[in-house]
């Protein structure tokens, strides 16, 4: 996407434009759902997250201080709806139908881990992002990640 | 497990509905809303988004079991538009989990799509990495040309359908299969089951040749599809043949979304071929040619894809019937564009057939002299290839001839979009990902001819958009021009300026602080006292000198009252918001309410006709069915005892022009008597105000103001506006182009005079009457008697602490000792001194004067009554005051009255006072 058209998307999603924030919205979904995917136990709770976060994020994008940080301005939104939900639901069962790999990702038995690693695998982000994003300290992200990765047999 | 092979196989899982941003976004406006049920309408328009083809979307429903005499029906009318495709599927037995599951499928396909190309795009990147290794031994290469040949058999000359027959084996197999790409890509596998060990050097240059063709044609949506669907047919319905996907195809031709066909591509495009093409057959043409591509830049190109389907597919119906035209094209004009765009293409091609001779000449010999096959044989068994990418061969020319063409062709190899090796670096180094490249090809070529047609389409608009006004003729003109701005994604047009947008209540001269609520004016009329705010309108009635409080009477739902004014006893609230219009009160009650979509831009009084020119933008929770045709269309009316009456400004009395805009400036006239619509007009476009009496300022290419006056419309251009106001002698204009100035037209459209200085940053503009108000957006206030517009006079100003009443005002002030209650009645724009009542108080007591309840004040011709209080040291004493011009003043006063005085009536010639101890009369 054009920078000056992602800036204006921004600015119009700014000043209350629910069409420009979902074409902003467009460019990030995916990642958003597969992070809240394979970190929930049941697909409803990750869905309620990205929908959960969307609002959020509408509502509050106003207070975004610069235009070109919408993405991580909403990841951010999204983490902290997780950990909400994690926190909240903390014996929520996964569900039936589930596939091989979110088993893996449910096998990891903390939740951080979890997200650390949906953000590091499905969303290509480096650990210094991932820790911005969390709000967990590089260190952290790293040994966790660690954790994660050694439990799912990656190389 | 790799961690790109997990991240691939976490994206297969497929997102669900909920939380794509066509669903999302209603999610964001109202916090309760669930996902939209599916119609026929929203099935198609997402399908569309996905990029479903025509044959396609037959195999689709087919596949997902709609009912057959669906699809017979479809396939047995080749020019049938969306709207009968919606009528077709809306008189189906499907329902909106029909549509939804086979909306899931799409997506699923689609979503596989993308993964598909992903996966090639690594293959592809793995395999050049490994033959870009110079120093490889024949043996550690095997492998390597194993993957390319498997490659080859798999993903191209097979097309798609070994893609798919090993996407159905995942699907069937599950983990199975997993274990087999692991195994593959450990290299475990036995020799014969993957390696071709008599694939020479040479054979693998030709194959290189076909791979890079192939490879060049992506996975489009309607290959992946044919794979689903044909599955979906063996288990769910009779498979269809080509020849009824193909009627199919003309049936559906609103879902054709230019598909690439390699036949046509393959064919030469001439000038007098390209002369002859519509739309859509020159896009096609065009969009084969991809000598275009480089002219735009990959962000262009991303963001133009979809617009390229969508652009041929509304170029393709307009190719169908006129009834299916949603876009109107200058095909001259696109003609003309097209040449341009095809002599260039032509020229191009020939240069590259040269080259490509060459080159074939160069690999024939090589391949002679490795090989004992002959160029000639491999090109006869794969004559497009040779035609197709002519690019591909070039790169061994600039190679020295004896060079391994195992060398060369992995560089060259991976470029396999017949594009040459520059254009892929330069992808990779600015996307990173060479996956999207075909993709950012096809879009590039299609913003390529978009944005040439656009430009053309847009200069030709621009002259014309003046001369373009007119009638329309139904409302399927305007249906269509709405649905056009819906699917081009027309953004809102300008925000409008509501009347009366202030902060603070104005009043002639006068800036009145009306606390919290902003105060409109308070009325009495006979026996009935009202109080208007923006809020409210509160009641009372006088009943043999008890007052009768009533209901508030509130504004409808999103709107609130923005003027009022009295007429015969009768209460007249204007008020705007999401719509706009006036309740009628008599009585303390709401007789009737008339109401006109849009915001209030100019409202008039005169000869029993209230008039309301308002901005109106629709929008869109509707679908675009035949029985959708009123829905966008501004609507007038009158709610009475709760039941709307409302009707569509007719389409005759809508004037469109070419530009784009899908807002409406609506005036129309409504009787007081009983709120009947009278002399609506509307104009559609991208207006910035109406007034009352038919007049527009709107934006196009340019600005445009423009008088309706029965059938004539008489118009003029100006630079493009960011505000505009039109008062009875003229409008007030300020252009985009000239911040912190006013341009003031007169009747004719022409300028008279210019308000310079003005805040750069002007909030809102409008009339009332004569005097023009511009405020800016830190409230400052701007007020200019526009009553001769050769010669505007601001008007001074002044602050006051002072409610209104209908024409007059009421302003207390309290200095040098005494408190002043002034009566000022509006003249000229300017308040004029009627009356007013001084009363001296010692200066801490004058501190602590207030004025009373504004319902307490009521003015006739000559008589003035108002209340104040004041705190003496001991007791708050309320006092009632009525006073004339000659008159002495006459008062009445309680003690710490509960309330104070907090209504007054007329009886006789007597003003009676209301407090909480009782009904009093000032003497």
């Given at each position: 996407?054009?920078?000056?058209?992602?800036?204006?998307?921004?600015?119009?999603?700014?000043?209350?434009?629910?069409?420009?924030?979902?074409?902003?919205?467009?460019?990030?979904?995916?990642?958003?759902?597969?992070?809240?995917?394979?970190?929930?136990?049941?697909?409803?709770?990750?869905?309620?997250?990205?929908?959960?976060?969307?609002?959020?994020?509408?509502?509050?994008?106003?207070?975004?201080?610069?235009?070109?940080?919408?993405?991580?301005?909403?990841?951010?939104?999204?983490?902290?709806?997780?950990?909400?939900?994690?926190?909240?639901?903390?014996?929520?069962?996964?569900?039936?139908?589930?596939?091989?790999?979110?088993?893996?990702?449910?096998?990891?038995?903390?939740?951080?881990?979890?997200?650390?690693?949906?953000?590091?695998?499905?969303?290509?982000?480096?650990?210094?992002?991932?820790?911005?994003?969390?709000?967990?300290?590089?260190?952290?992200?790293?040994?966790?990640?660690?954790?994660?990765?050694?439990?799912?047999?990656?190389? | 497990?790799?961690?790109?092979?997990?991240?691939?196989?976490?994206?297969?899982?497929?997102?669900?509905?909920?939380?794509?941003?066509?669903?999302?976004?209603?999610?964001?406006?109202?916090?309760?809303a669930q996902p939209p049920k599916l119609d026929a309408f929203a099935f198609l328009t997402r399908l569309r988004a996905l990029g479903i083809g025509s044959a396609d979307f037959l195999n689709l429903l087919q596949g997902c079991g709609a009912p057959q005499s669906v699809t017979e029906?479809?396939?047995?009318?080749?020019?049938?538009?969306?709207?009968?495709?919606?009528?077709?599927?809306?008189?189906?037995?499907?329902?909106?989990?029909?549509?939804?599951?086979?909306?899931?499928?799409?997506?699923?396909?689609?979503?596989?799509?993308?993964?598909?190309?992903?996966?090639?795009?690594?293959?592809?990147?793995?395999?050049?990495?490994?033959?870009?290794?110079?120093?490889?031994?024949?043996?550690?290469?095997?492998?390597?040309?194993?993957?390319?040949?498997?490659?080859?058999?798999?993903?191209?000359?097979?097309?798609?359908?070994?893609?798919?027959?090993?996407?159905?084996?995942?699907?069937?197999?599950?983990?199975?299969?997993?274990?087999?790409?692991?195994?593959?890509?450990?290299?475990?596998?036995?020799?014969?089951?993957?390696?071709?060990?008599?694939?020479?050097?040479?054979?693998?240059?030709?194959?290189?040749?076909?791979?890079?063709?192939?490879?060049?044609?992506?996975?489009?949506?309607?290959?992946?599809?044919?794979?689903?669907?044909?599955?979906?047919?063996?288990?769910?319905?009779?498979?269809?043949?080509?020849?009824?996907?193909?009627?199919?195809e003309n049936a559906a031709s609103i879902f054709d979304e230019a598909e690439f066909d390699s036949e046509e591509a393959d064919s030469e495009v001439d000038d007098d071929e390209m002369s002859e093409l519509t739309f859509t057959q020159a896009f096609d043409k065009i969009k084969s040619?991809?000598?275009?591509?480089?002219?735009?830049?990959?962000?262009?190109?991303?963001?133009?894809?979809?617009?390229?389907?969508?652009?041929?597919?509304?170029?393709?119906?307009?190719?169908?019937?006129?009834?299916?035209?949603?876009?109107?094209?200058?095909?001259?004009?696109?003609?003309?564009?097209?040449?341009?765009?095809?002599?260039?293409?032509?020229?191009?091609?020939?240069?590259?057939?040269?080259?490509?001779?060459?080159?074939?000449?160069?690999?024939?010999?090589?391949?002679?002299?490795?090989?004992?096959?002959?160029?000639?044989?491999?090109?006869?068994?794969?004559?497009?290839?040779?035609?197709?990418?002519?690019?591909?061969?070039?790169?061994?020319?600039?190679?020295?001839?004896?060079?391994?063409?195992?060398?060369?062709?992995?560089?060259?190899?991976?470029?396999?979009?017949?594009?040459?090796?520059?254009?892929?670096?330069?992808?990779?180094?600015?996307?990173?990902?060479?996956?999207?490249?075909?993709?950012?090809?096809?879009?590039?070529?299609?913003?390529?001819?978009?944005?040439?047609?656009?430009?053309?389409?847009?200069?030709?608009?621009?002259?014309?958009?003046?001369?373009?006004?007119?009638?329309?003729?139904?409302?399927?003109?305007?249906?269509?021009?709405?649905?056009?701005?819906?699917?081009?994604?027309?953004?809102?047009?300008?925000?409008?300026?509501?009347?009366?947008?202030?902060?603070?209540?104005?009043?002639?001269?006068?800036?009145?602080?009306?606390?919290?609520?902003?105060?409109?004016?308070?009325?009495?009329?006979?026996?009935?006292?009202?109080?208007?705010?923006?809020?409210?309108?509160?009641?009372?009635?006088?009943?043999?000198?008890?007052?009768?409080?009533?209901?508030?009477?509130?504004?409808?739902?999103?709107?609130?009252?923005?003027?009022?004014?009295?007429?015969?006893?009768?209460?007249?609230?204007?008020?705007?918001?999401?719509?706009?219009?006036?309740?009628?009160?008599?009585?303390?009650?709401?007789?009737?309410?008339?109401?006109?979509?849009?915001?209030?831009?100019?409202?008039?009084?005169?000869?029993?006709?209230?008039?309301?020119?308002?901005?109106?933008?629709?929008?869109?929770?509707?679908?675009?069915?035949?029985?959708?045709?009123?829905?966008?269309?501004?609507?007038?009316?009158?709610?009475?005892?709760?039941?709307?009456?409302?009707?569509?400004?007719?389409?005759?009395?809508?004037?469109?022009?070419?530009?784009?805009?899908?807002?409406?400036?609506?005036?129309?006239?409504?009787?007081t008597d009983s709120g009947k619509t009278s002399d609506a007009v509307a104009v559609m476009g991208d207006p910035v105000a109406a007034s009352a009496d038919g007049r527009f300022a709107l934006n196009g290419n340019k600005g445009l103001l423009l008088k309706a006056e029965d059938e004539?419309?008489?118009?003029?251009?100006?630079?493009?506006?960011?505000?505009?106001?039109?008062?009875?002698?003229?409008?007030?204009?300020?252009?985009?182009?000239?911040?912190?100035?006013?341009?003031?037209?007169?009747?004719?459209?022409?300028?008279?005079?210019?308000?310079?200085?003005?805040?750069?940053?002007?909030?809102?503009?409008?009339?009332?009457?004569?005097?023009?108000?511009?405020?800016?957006?830190?409230?400052?206030?701007?007020?200019?008697?526009?009553?001769?517009?050769?010669?505007?006079?601001?008007?001074?100003?002044?602050?006051?602490?002072?409610?209104?009443?209908?024409?007059?005002?009421?302003?207390?002030?309290?200095?040098?000792?005494?408190?002043?209650?002034?009566?000022?009645?509006?003249?000229?724009?300017?308040?004029?001194?009627?009356?007013?009542?001084?009363?001296?108080?010692?200066?801490?007591?004058?501190?602590?004067?207030?004025?009373?309840?504004?319902?307490?004040?009521?003015?006739?011709?000559?008589?003035?009554?108002?209340?104040?209080?004041?705190?003496?040291?001991?007791?708050?004493?309320?006092?009632?005051?009525?006073?004339?011009?000659?008159?002495?003043?006459?008062?009445?006063?309680?003690?710490?009255?509960?309330?104070?005085?907090?209504?007054?009536?007329?009886?006789?010639?007597?003003?009676?006072?209301?407090?909480?101890?009782?009904?009093?009369?000032?003497?």
């Open positions: 996407m054009d920078k000056e058209y992602y800036k204006d998307l921004s600015a119009r999603a700014a000043d209350g434009d629910a069409k420009s924030f979902s074409k902003l919205y467009e460019l990030i979904y995916r990642g958003m759902y597969y992070t809240a995917y394979y970190t929930l136990p049941n697909e409803k709770d990750a869905v309620d997250a990205v929908i959960g976060a969307a609002r959020d994020g509408f509502k509050s994008i106003g207070r975004l201080r610069s235009e070109e940080a919408f993405e991580a301005f909403m990841m951010k939104t999204l983490c902290s709806r997780i950990k909400t939900i994690c926190k909240e639901n903390s014996e929520t069962s996964g569900d039936a139908d589930e596939n091989e790999i979110k088993k893996a990702f449910m096998q990891l038995e903390d939740y951080m881990d979890r997200l650390c690693a949906a953000l590091y695998i499905a969303c290509r982000l480096d650990v210094s992002i991932i820790a911005a994003y969390t709000g967990t300290l590089r260190g952290s992200v790293k040994k966790r990640l660690s954790t994660a990765l050694r439990a799912l047999d990656l190389e | 497990m790799t961690i790109e092979e997990m991240r691939s196989s976490m994206r297969e899982k497929v997102v669900p509905e909920e939380v794509v941003p066509q669903n999302v976004i209603n999610c964001l406006i109202d916090d309760e029906r479809i396939k047995q009318n080749p020019a049938m538009n969306l709207q009968g495709l919606v009528m077709t599927l809306e008189n189906s037995e499907l329902d909106s989990d029909d549509y939804t599951r086979m909306l899931l499928t799409a997506r699923q396909v689609w979503e596989r799509t993308l993964t598909m190309r992903l996966e090639k795009s690594e293959r592809l990147s793995r395999n050049i990495e490994q033959l870009d290794e110079p120093e490889q031994e024949p043996v550690e290469v095997s492998p390597v040309i194993e993957e390319f040949d498997d490659y080859d058999e798999d993903m191209c000359e097979l097309s798609f359908t070994a893609v798919f027959d090993k996407i159905n084996e995942e699907m069937r197999e599950g983990d199975d299969n997993a274990e087999s790409h692991s195994e593959l890509a450990d290299g475990n596998l036995e020799p014969n089951e993957c390696v071709v060990p008599e694939m020479s050097a040479e054979d693998y240059q030709i194959g290189a040749t076909t791979d890079n063709e192939q490879l060049t044609d992506d996975p489009t949506m309607a290959e992946v599809f044919d794979k689903i669907s044909s599955e979906l047919d063996e288990t769910n319905a009779p498979a269809s043949n080509d020849s009824d996907m193909h009627s199919g040619k991809k000598s275009v591509k480089n002219e735009l830049d990959d962000n262009e190109a991303d963001s133009s894809e979809e617009s390229f389907a969508d652009n041929s597919e509304n170029s393709g119906n307009a190719a169908v019937s006129d009834t299916t035209m949603l876009v109107q094209i200058d095909e001259e004009m696109l003609r003309e564009n097209f040449e341009k765009l095809a002599e260039k293409a032509h020229k191009e091609k020939i240069e590259k057939e040269k080259s490509e001779k060459a080159k074939s000449e160069k690999v024939k010999r090589s391949k002679d002299e490795k090989s004992g096959k002959t160029v000639s044989e491999k090109q006869s068994n794969s004559p497009k290839t040779a035609k197709q990418s002519p690019a591909k061969v070039q790169k061994p020319k600039e190679q020295p001839k004896d060079a391994e063409p195992l060398k060369e062709e992995p560089v060259e190899k991976p470029g396999s979009f017949d594009e040459n090796n520059e254009s892929t670096a330069d992808i990779e180094e600015r996307g990173g990902k060479i996956y999207h490249k075909k993709a950012l090809v096809s879009a590039a070529v299609g913003a390529a001819a978009l944005l040439c047609a656009a430009y053309f389409i847009g200069a030709r608009v621009g002259a014309n958009d003046a001369k373009a006004l007119h009638y329309a003729k139904d409302n399927s003109e305007i249906f269509n021009k709405i649905y056009e701005a819906y699917s081009d994604n027309v953004p809102r047009g300008s925000e409008a300026d509501e009347v009366n947008r202030s902060e603070a209540a104005l009043f002639g001269d006068l800036v009145l602080d009306s606390g919290d609520v902003k105060s409109i004016g308070n009325f009495a009329l006979n026996t009935d006292v009202y109080s208007v705010t923006e809020e409210a309108v509160s009641a009372s009635i006088i009943n043999n000198g008890v007052v009768i409080p009533r209901e508030d009477i509130v504004p409808p739902e999103s709107t609130h009252f923005v003027a009022a004014f009295d007429n015969n006893g009768e209460l007249y609230a204007l008020f705007s918001g999401k719509r706009s219009g006036f309740m009628k009160i008599r009585g303390g009650t709401e007789d009737y309410t008339v109401l006109q979509d849009g915001v209030l831009t100019d409202y008039d009084f005169s000869d029993g006709q209230i008039k309301l020119g308002t901005v109106y933008t629709p929008i869109f929770d509707h679908t675009f069915t035949l029985n959708d045709e009123n829905v966008y269309l501004p609507k007038t009316g009158v709610e009475i005892e709760g039941e709307e009456k409302l009707t569509s400004v007719p389409a005759k009395n809508i004037i469109i022009s070419s530009a784009k805009g899908y807002s409406y400036g609506v005036s129309a006239g409504y009787s004539k419309i008489s118009s003029q251009t100006s630079e493009l506006m960011s505000h505009a106001a039109f008062g009875k002698k003229g409008c007030a204009v300020a252009e985009e182009s000239e911040s912190g100035k006013v341009k003031i037209f007169g009747d004719d459209f022409k300028v008279k005079s210019m308000l310079t200085g003005v805040s750069e940053k002007i909030g809102a503009m409008w009339f009332n009457g004569d005097v023009l108000t511009v405020t800016d957006e830190s409230d400052g206030i701007l007020r200019v008697d526009c009553a001769k517009v050769e010669a505007p006079k601001p008007i001074t100003l002044k602050m006051a602490n002072g409610i209104i009443l209908g024409d007059s005002t009421l302003t207390c002030q309290t200095q040098d000792g005494k408190l002043t209650i002034t009566r000022s009645d509006l003249k000229n724009g300017v308040c004029e001194k009627h009356s007013e009542y001084v009363k001296e108080l010692p200066e801490e007591q004058l501190q602590s004067v207030k004025l009373g309840d504004s319902r307490s004040a009521l003015t006739d011709d000559d008589t003035t009554g108002i209340s104040y209080s004041y705190f003496d040291g001991v007791s708050v004493i309320s006092e009632y005051v009525v006073f004339t011009k000659d008159a002495p003043p006459k008062t009445v006063s309680v003690y710490d009255d509960k309330t104070g005085f907090t209504a007054a009536f007329k009886m006789g010639s007597e003003i009676n006072a209301v407090c909480a101890d009782g009904i009093k009369v000032p003497k």
